[in-house]
C-alpha cells in the first residue's frame, strides 16, 4: 500500500465548478500535511498547509480528518488557470521530509 | 533571488556513462533534497542532507550518490547511467523553522 494515496484523475470540469479532491495517507504518526500544485513541465509549489481544523485561502478549502487519516481540497468558482496536478504531501518523520502522493490532474474547460 | 537552481536543464547520456546534476540554493537553507518523479509515481525521495557535510539516504537510493561541500549546493551523481534512471530529477531546499519545501525547475535526464 502506498504511504499517500490519491484518485489521478483526471478531472475535467467547466469553469465556475465546484471540485474536490480526496487522499489518504497510511502513516498515523505523520505530522504535517500540505497541497501542492504543478504546472505541466513544472516544478512542484506550495498551494496551502493542511491544519486540523480545516483552512480557507480564497476558493480553497482543506481539511484533514486525523481519525480517518484523509486530507480533502475543495476548489469553488474553478478558473482556467487552476489547471494542473494537485499533489498531496505528508511529513511523516524528522529531517523535514515528505511524502507526496503521485497527483491528480485537474483540467478546468472554457 | 534566484530561489533554486539546477543545471543542467536536460541531458541525454548513454548507458554506462556518468554525470553529475548541481543543485544551488541562495536561502541559506539547512536542508535540501533530490527527488525523481516518474509518470504515475509521484516524486520519490533519493537522498537528503540535514546540513553542509552530511547527506543521507531516501526512499531509492541505489545507483546515486550525492555530495553537500558547501552549504548552498548539493550534488546528485550517477555513476554508471541506467535506462531505469530516464527521469524528471528536482531539487528542493527548506529551512528549520517552517516545512515548505522550495523546488528547482527540474532536469530531464534520458539515458539510452
Known amino acids: 500500500r502506498k504511504e499517500v494515496e490519491q484518485d489521478p484523475g483526471p478531472f475535467n470540469v467547466p469553469e465556475g465548478a465546484t471540485v474536490a479532491f480526496n487522499c489518504t495517507y497510511s502513516n498515523s504518526a505523520s505530522q504535517s500535511f500540505f497541497w501542492y500544485r504543478q504546472d505541466c513541465r513544472k516544478e512542484p509549489k506550495l498551494l496551502m498547509s493542511?491544519?486540523?481544523s480545516g483552512n480557507e485561502d480564497g476558493r480553497f478549502t482543506a481539511q484533514l480528518n486525523r481519525a480517518s487519516q484523509y486530507i480533502s481540497l475543495l476548489i469553488r468558482d474553478s478558473k482556467l488557470s487552476d489547471s494542473a496536478t494537485y499533489l498531496c504531501?505528508?511529513?511523516?518523520?524528522?529531517?523535514?521530509?515528505?511524502?507526496f502522493g503521485s497527483g491528480t490532474q485537474l483540467t478546468v474547460l472554457p | 533571488n534566484a530561489g533554486v537552481t539546477q543545471t543542467p536543464k536536460f541531458r541525454v547520456l548513454k548507458t554506462g556513462q556518468s554525470m553529475t546534476l548541481l543543485c544551488a540554493q541562495d536561502?541559506?537553507?539547512?536542508?535540501m533534497y533530490w527527488y525523481r518523479q516518474d509518470p504515475g509515481m509521484g516524486l520519490r525521495l533519493i537522498h537528503y542532507s540535514v546540513g553542509e557535510g552530511t547527506t543521507a539516504k531516501g526512499e531509492v537510493p541505489d545507483g546515486y550518490n550525492v555530495s553537500r561541500l558547501k552549504k548552498q549546493n548539493f550534488l546528485l551523481g550517477l555513476e554508471s547511467a541506467a535506462p531505469s534512471q530516464t527521469s524528471v530529477y528536482f531539487c528542493?531546499?527548506?529551512?528549520?523553522?517552517?516545512?515548505?519545501?522550495?523546488f528547482g525547475p527540474g532536469t530531464r535526464l534520458t539515458v539510452t
Open positions: 528542493a531546499s527548506t529551512d528549520g523553522a517552517y516545512y515548505e519545501q522550495y
Open positions: 504531501v505528508v511529513r511523516s518523520g524528522s529531517a523535514r521530509q515528505l511524502t
Open positions: 536561502m541559506n537553507h539547512e536542508y
Open positions: 493542511v491544519y486540523s
